[in-house]
Nanobody, 125 residues
Framework: QVQLVESGGGLVQAGGSLRLSCAASGRTFSSYTMGWFRQAPGKEREFVSAITWNGGITDYGDSVAGRFTISRDIANNMLYLQMNSLKPEDTAVYSC??????????????????WGQGTQVTVSS
C-alpha cells in the first residue's frame, strides 16, 4: 500500500513557476512507478508526466514537454514536479499517482491504483 499527499499548488501569473511535491508513505515506495495527472473543470483527466522507480526514465505529455520536469527522491519518499513557463491552460487540479510496476511507464490513469487528493494550480493571464 502507498499513501500519497500533494502540496505546493497555488496561484501564479502566466510565465511563472511552481514546484509540486508528493509525499509518499509505504514500505515499497521505491519499487513504484510514479505519475502526475491533472484535471481541469469540465475536462477529462490528462497525463502530465511519469517516472520509473529509480528516476532513470521519464515521460511527458505533449502540452508540458520542455516546461515541466519530474523527479523523485527515493530516500525521502518524495516526488516532485517543477513547472516553468506556466500558461493559463495549465490551470487544473494536479494529482500524483503510483503503480507497482517499477520499469514500465504509463499514460493511462486507469493503470494507477494509488492516488493523492490533488492540489489546485491556477495560472492567471
Amino acid at each position: 500500500q502507498v499513501q500519497l499527499v500533494e502540496s505546493g499548488g497555488g496561484l501564479v501569473q502566466a510565465g511563472g513557476s511552481l514546484r509540486l511535491s508528493c509525499a509518499a508513505s509505504g514500505r515499497t515506495f521505491s519499487s513504484y512507478t510514479m505519475g502526475w495527472f491533472r484535471q481541469a473543470p469540465g475536462k477529462e483527466r490528462e497525463f502530465v508526466s511519469a517516472i520509473t522507480w529509480n528516476g532513470g526514465i521519464t515521460d511527458y505529455g505533449d502540452s508540458v514537454a520542455g516546461r515541466f520536469t519530474i523527479s523523485r527522491d527515493i530516500a525521502n519518499n518524495m516526488l516532485y514536479l517543477q513547472m516553468n513557463s506556466l500558461k493559463p491552460e495549465d490551470t487544473a487540479v494536479y494529482s500524483c499517482a503510483a503503480r507497482n510496476v517499477p520499469w514500465v511507464l504509463s499514460r493511462n490513469y486507469g493503470s494507477y491504483p494509488y492516488w493523492g487528493q490533488g492540489t489546485q494550480v491556477t495560472v492567471s493571464s
